[in-house]
């Protein structure tokens, strides 16, 4: 049973557009969000992450929006590079889970950003 | 490095033999994760440890998966009578449990091949 569905699975985007990527889930005992940016060969690394008691939350080009009442958040990438390119995982946590930070992971989605 | 080390990076190995992938985590970091990553799927996870209490072993596939950490630093993940479908990257994790929602830093993994 997958516990936080997402899509696309690949996405192409020309340079300066705005990959959205999007992840829903069903557990409501989840409170905190993260994206993961991984590159081949290497493991994922944090890029931004959310809690639900906001809607938005912007670092740099990247940006999470987040639904509450949906059970459905996004990652947006502005004026994206070919350096972008890599695949992203939308996570998941349990917040009764308290110091056991396991996450549950999206199927992630491989994007390119073509010149 | 001050980073998550894990080792080998690539095995290779005939079905039914055991392997052990070691997993040394960033110094101080408490919480330690190993998650498996297959072909096209996101991370499923597989154990955690913290400190001196008692692993959450409920992510483990098999009886075959076994996990200890010793002195609370280095991590060895074990899998026994090795399968085909046991092929995948192995990912560990560490992080801060000092306060909630502190990051997971990840390793570069072991791509374990199954012949």
């Known amino acids: 049973q997958q516990q936080v569905k997402q899509s696309p699975q690949s996405l192409i985007v020309q340079k300066g557009g705005i990959p959205i990527i999007n992840c829903a889930y069903e557990n409501t005992a989840f409170d905190y969000f993260p994206w993961y940016q991984q590159f081949p060969g290497k493991g994922p690394a944090l890029l931004i992450a959310i809690r639900p008691d906001v809607s938005e939350k912007k670092e740099g080009r990247f940006t999470i929006s987040f639904n509450k009442s949906a059970k459905q958040f996004s990652l947006h990438i502005m004026d994206s590079q070919p350096g972008d390119s890599a695949t992203y995982f939308c996570?998941?946590?349990?917040?009764?889970?308290?110091?056991?930070?396991?996450?549950?992971f999206g199927t992630g989605t491989r994007l390119t950003i073509i010149p | 490095g001050a980073g998550v080390s894990q080792s080998p990076s690539n095995k290779v190995t005939e079905k039914g033999k055991d392997v052990e992938l070691r997993c040394d985590p960033i110094?101080?970091?408490?919480?330690l994760y190993w998650y498996r990553q297959s072909l096209g799927q996101g991370l499923e996870f597989l154990i955690y440890f913290q400190g001196n209490s008692a692993p959450d072993k409920s992510g483990l596939p098999s009886d075959r998966f076994s996990a200890e950490r010793t002195g609370g630093s280095v991590s060895t993940l074990t899998i026994q009578r090795t399968q085909q479908e046991d092929s995948a990257v192995y990912l560990c994790a560490s992080s801060l449990v000092s306060q909630n929602n502190q990051p997971q830093h990840f390793g570069d993994g072991t791509r374990l091949s199954i012949l």
């Open positions: 110094s101080g970091h408490t919480a």
């Open positions: 996570a998941a946590r349990e917040g009764s889970n308290f110091g056991n930070e396991k996450l549950t």
